[in-house]
């Protein structure tokens, strides 16, 4: 089993950067798949990005591709979700989730995941 916390989550302007961190604990924190989903207001939760045990493979949903950047340092059990070119749409709870097995670009559905953190909140104002 793993317990995640996130945080750098914050009020920032249309424009701008933000990363947010993915604090990963138990004893085999470094196999588990992760993802970063948000929910807005209202609305669903969504996947944003993905990566698998190592790093070596991610995935993004269409409206953050080359914006947003999934990573993890395995020796820190910490992933992060480095967000650039902010928009007001991405104004979510940020969420970081973990689940057992592999993990394949088509792994986008929340029910998946069965580790998840509290969630920092993303503000972005226009």
């Known amino acids: 089993q793993v317990q995640l916390v996130e945080s750098g989550g914050g009020l920032v302007q249309a424009g701008d950067s933000l990363r947010l961190s993915c604090d990963a604990s138990?004893?085999?924190?470094?196999?588990?798949?992760m993802a970063w989903f948000r929910q807005a207001p209202g609305k669903e939760r969504e996947f944003v990005a993905g990566?698998?045990?190592?790093?070596?493979?991610?995935y993004y949903a269409d409206s953050v591709k080359g914006r947003f950047f999934i990573s993890r340092d395995n020796t820190k059990n910490t992933a992060w979700l480095q967000m650039f070119s902010l928009k007001p749409e991405d104004t979510a709870d940020y969420y970081c989730?973990?689940?057992?097995?592999?993990?394949?670009?088509?792994?986008?559905?929340?029910?998946?995941?069965?580790?998840w953190g509290q969630g920092t909140q993303v503000t972005v104002s226009s």
């Open positions: 138990g004893r085999t924190a470094s196999n588990y798949p």
């Open positions: 990566i698998n045990y190592n790093g070596d493979i991610t």
């Open positions: 989730a973990a689940k057992n097995g592999g993990l394949l670009p088509t792994t986008r559905d929340p029910k998946t995941f069965p580790y």
